[in-house]
């Protein structure tokens, strides 16, 4: 509730709609935390799907609070500094809806390019349209999961956010699906790639 709430006085928000939705958010959130006490879903959800825009990109983050917290410029601000490219190839592991992709993009422009890889398809679906939001050529987003060699593995879906999917983590009542998963090599190796600069790698216990 804090963070989204300095979200919002950071002016984040995109447009005056988002910034209602996010005021209007925390205003109930004590009644969202009664909720999730007493075991009830739903509480990390806004009324409305918003995008918020800062000095890494324009993000759209669907109506998950989660993914506003996510993609704002107070979640992991300590990565920052080495979170920076300007000029050769990024691989982006578990690029969710692009805070590094995007962040990264802008930085190499004409001089990189970005491996976005992403598995969850909705995801996949948003890191996408957050590229296109961003107006990036430079960006190859790839529909695959990453481990330690090529086979069809399960992958527990986490019921409330984005970015808890995970191939090691299982969740309570949560849905596993098979999913395409290779290593990194073998992806470098298919795409032809001489030399990788920058790699992040956030596979929730996959790593």
């Not at 009542?173 to 990194?184: A, E, F, L, R």
């Not at 990788?196 to 790593?207: R, V």
Request: a positive charge; one cysteine or more; aromatic letters at 12%.
């Amino acid at each position: 509730r804090f963070r989204l709430r300095k979200t919002y006085s950071r002016n984040e928000a995109l447009t005056l709609k988002d910034k209602l939705v996010l005021f209007a958010y925390f205003l109930k959130s004590p009644f969202f935390l009664l909720n999730f006490l007493g075991g009830k879903s739903h509480y990390n959800l806004l009324s409305s799907n918003i995008s918020i825009k800062n000095k890494d990109g324009i993000f759209y983050c669907w109506n998950n609070v989660f993914s506003v917290y996510g993609l704002s410029n107070l979640w992991e601000f300590k990565v920052k500094p080495y979170m920076k490219l300007y000029n050769g190839t990024f691989i982006d592991v578990g690029a969710n809806f692009g805070k590094y992709t995007v962040r990264i993009g802008k930085m190499l422009g004409n001089n990189g390019t970005v491996i976005a890889l992403e598995t969850e398809s909705y995801n996949l679906a948003v890191l996408q349209k957050n590229i296109q939001l961003n107006k990036l050529e430079n960006i190859i987003a790839i529909k695959k999961g990453c481990f330690s060699k090529k086979a069809i593995l399960n992958f527990n879906l986490t019921g409330i956010g984005t970015g808890g999917h995970s191939l090691v983590k299982k969740y309570l009542g949560s849905q596993t699906v098979k999913i395409n998963v290779n290593s990194i090599d073998n992806i470098v190796s298919k795409l032809k790639l001489q030399n990788i600069n920058l790699i992040k790698i956030d596979a929730e216990g996959a790593e």
